[in-house]
């Protein structure tokens, strides 16, 4: 569990504490594995699986959209928690492939759930979006501010990333995950540990303004740079997370990082110490990198597997575009 001495000034809300749920995962219909892939992408289906541990991936179609993949699930997540959409105070969606600035995608959401007197408020720090959102959701419900806030992440990463990019087209796919976060009797959050690393703020890029005209402008990345990052910031981090938490790499129940890249994965977790029997989400193989939707997704699929218990501990911490990351320790519902 996560130590109650890490709040030592109890929270405005009746319950005291936030928590996790319910959880919900949407993956889209269409099924893309390497070799398809390659019809388009000068690879082959070895490299593309040595190189991330990617074998397949979920392209959305026309009408998967962002508004319709987050509604879906949301709606899972909502059944799980036991919350009408009409009590949820606040919807949080974190994404970066949103064309359509106006309205806010979680307006349009919250239109479509029927939470029709609810804050809503859009997210835009990529992959580590959703647990930037989710720590804004904890924050809000212990402050007595919101009862339930609703928290989304959800991308269509093939409308931004070129298919025919060898350095990126690979790893991206598309999805949406949820969670709500509600009152507890005791911790469900430990302290959020966020940064930006600026220094690097041209790893993800890109390669033009939409205002410019001319050729569409695509994702690219510089890969190299964002694995060695994550290795010397991001790994160090995520041992402070459960540091602050009160809570022993050794007894930590789920690590579910952001889905980038399944090598990437299993170093962060050999330099976390983590014991033999910590659950490591590796839901990046079939599902691909789905930005702000990866950690949700993966949460979700680690919870849909059985593999984790309810009251157990989990590591969530999304990095990427900035460079950014932000993680938290939980209690899964």
């Known amino acids: 569990m996560i130590s109650t001495d890490i709040l030592p000034v109890r929270p405005a809300c009746a319950e005291g504490y936030s928590r996790i749920l319910g959880v919900g995962g949407y993956r889209p219909r269409a099924v893309v594995d390497n070799a398809e892939l390659c019809k388009t992408l ?10 991330s541990g990617i074998r397949e991936r ?5 009408d998967e959209t962002l508004e319709s993949m987050a509604v879906a699930a949301s709606g899972k997540a909502l059944a799980q928690a036991g919350v009408d959409a009409e009590d949820i105070d606040f919807v949080l969606v974190a994404t970066m492939t949103d064309l359509l600035h106006a309205p806010p995608l979680s ?3 919250a239109r479509s759930l029927g939470a029709r007197g609810t804050a809503a ?3 835009s720090a990529a992959c580590s979006g959703f647990c930037h959102a989710l720590a804004v959701a904890s924050d809000s419900v212990r402050s007595g501010s919101a009862r339930h806030v609703l928290v989304i992440g959800v991308d269509r990463m093939t409308d931004i990333v070129e298919r025919v990019d060898r350095g ?7 999805g949406a995950g949820a969670v709500v976060v509600g009152p507890s009797d005791v911790p469900g959050f430990g302290p959020v540990v966020r940064r930006t690393d600026s220094r690097y703020v041209d790893s993800v890029w890109m390669t033009s303004a939409w205002s410019k005209g001319g050729e569409r402008p695509w994702l690219r990345i510089d890969g190299r740079r964002i694995f060695r990052w994550a290795m010397d910031e991001v790994a160090p981090a995520a041992a402070e997370m459960m540091r602050l938490a ?4 050794a007894g930590l129940d789920a690590f579910v990082p952001h889905q980038a ?3 990437m994965i299993g170093l962060m977790a050999e330099r976390l110490g983590l014991g033999p029997g910590t659950v490591v989400a ?3 193989v079939r599902t691909g990198n789905t930005s702000s939707a990866s950690v949700p997704l993966a949460l979700e699929s680690v919870l849909a597997e059985g593999r984790v218990h309810a009251g157990g501990t989990a590591l969530l911490i999304g990095f990427g575009a900035g460079l950014s990351f932000a993680g938290q320790v939980v209690v899964l519902p």
Do not use: Q, Y
Not at 58 to 62: G, I, K, L, S, T
Not at 168 to 174: E, Q
């Open 121 to 123: 408020l859009d997210v």
């Open 282 to 284: 590796r839901d990046v």
């Open 42 to 51: 000068d690879s082959t289906p070895e490299w593309i699986e040595s190189r």
């Open 168 to 174: 990126g087209a690979f790893l991206f796919a598309d």
């Open 58 to 62: 979920r392209f959305a179609e026309d």
């Open 107 to 109: 307006a349009r959401v």
């Open 261 to 263: 890249n399944e090598r």
């Open 246 to 249: 009160g809570v022993d790499p």
